[in-house]
């Protein structure tokens, strides 16, 4: 029996390859997508791609688009204009909502661990205390709630997936390809006491959860966390592997790290900023026995793999 299911954020990073996934499967793919005309990047597959703005739409125009579909995907999100979060991630999901009841079965959502806060140590599982702070963080938690809420009335069932730092050789974010760069020069160095946190998941894997959380009966009504924990020298080891180089040993210490950021971090272009110094000496873990337990995930790609494909897609 082919499953109808519906995407938005499709032509986005994580939402391309979910896409490609749902094809793999057997799914009719219902893209809804503000573009006339898909990507030049985007997967060679066959979807029925819906024209839509869901800020603009009327509700009973997109409650048609959203006939026949079992299961919504909604992974559409806003990274970079601080603007425009609250309209997509809040209205435009409240109306997508509006125009799901009674239509769809099930709802996926894309959330993240951001909505935990800024958590600099220690154990974040699906029980954590919510305490978003930025407001791509802040307006996903609202998202979430709303979803929630929605589903509370009947109107379907939900589950809510929540990924750390995805990356993937087609990332738009730098930050992984300049720390790649930096090792390949001898140029990257630690911060603070060994131990620090890479929490990262590769995009593969992130398609994989969403899968599971739309697929199965078990994950109805769930949050699940994803992540694929290392120590940040095994991280950076691996970078360094990738690319043929010794790895990294020096190490500074992290009063000297805080006051280079703050003197100099507002440069232009100057790499260390406080910002980059938390990332660097954070020590939060995201565990994945959650959604391991309840829908039997396992990674579908190996950190390994994944750093070896990041490193093979560095200009050098």
């Excluded at 057997?26 to 005309?37: A, E, F, K, P």
């Excluded at 024209?51 to 739409?57: F, R, S, V």
């Excluded at 579909?69 to 999901?93: F, N, P, W």
């Excluded at 940040?232 to 690319?243: C, G, H, R, T, Y």
Aim: hydrophobic share 40%.
């Amino acid at each position: 029996m082919v499953v109808i299911v519906a995407v938005t954020g499709g032509t986005g990073f994580i939402g391309k390859k979910l896409i490609e996934r749902l094809i793999e499967r057997g799914d009719s793919v219902r893209l809804l997508t503000r573009n006339s005309r898909l990507p030049k990047d985007f997967p060679n597959v066959a979807v029925e791609v819906c024209q839509c703005d869901l800020l603009d739409m009327d509700i009973d125009r997109l409650a048609t688009m959203l006939e026949g579909v079992e299961v919504i995907y909604h992974c559409a999100g806003q990274l970079s204009d601080a603007k425009a979060m609250r309209l997509l991630h809040v209205e435009g999901t409240r109306k997508l909502l509006q125009a799901a009841e009674g239509k769809v079965s099930h709802w996926v959502q894309l959330s993240s661990v951001g909505v935990y806060g800024p958590v600099h140590e220690g154990i974040v599982d699906e029980s954590s205390r919510l305490n978003p702070i930025g407001e791509y963080e802040i307006t996903k938690t609202e998202s979430d709630a709303l979803v929630i809420d929605a589903a509370s009335r009947g109107g379907f069932s939900w589950a809510i997936l929540r990924p750390s730092n995805v990356f993937g050789a087609s990332m738009t974010n730098q930050s992984l390809f300049k720390m790649a760069a930096m090792v390949d020069k001898g140029l990257f160095f630690y911060i603070g006491q060994p131990g620090a946190s890479a929490n990262y998941i590769h995009v593969d894997n992130v398609a994989e959860g969403l899968i599971r959380c739309g697929t199965m009966d078990a994950a109805r009504g769930g949050i699940f966390n994803l992540s694929d924990h290392r120590t940040l020298e095994q991280f950076v080891s691996m970078i360094a592997q990738a690319l043929g180089k010794s790895a990294p040993r020096l190490r500074i210490p992290l009063p000297i790290a805080r006051l280079v950021a703050a003197t100099l971090g507002k440069l232009p272009g100057f790499p260390l900023t406080s910002s980059r110094v938390d990332a660097l000496t954070n020590r939060a873990d995201y565990p994945v026995s959650h959604i391991r337990q309840t829908l039997g995930y396992q990674h579908v790609r190996s950190m390994e793999e994944g750093v070896r494909e990041l490193v093979g897609a560095l200009p050098r």
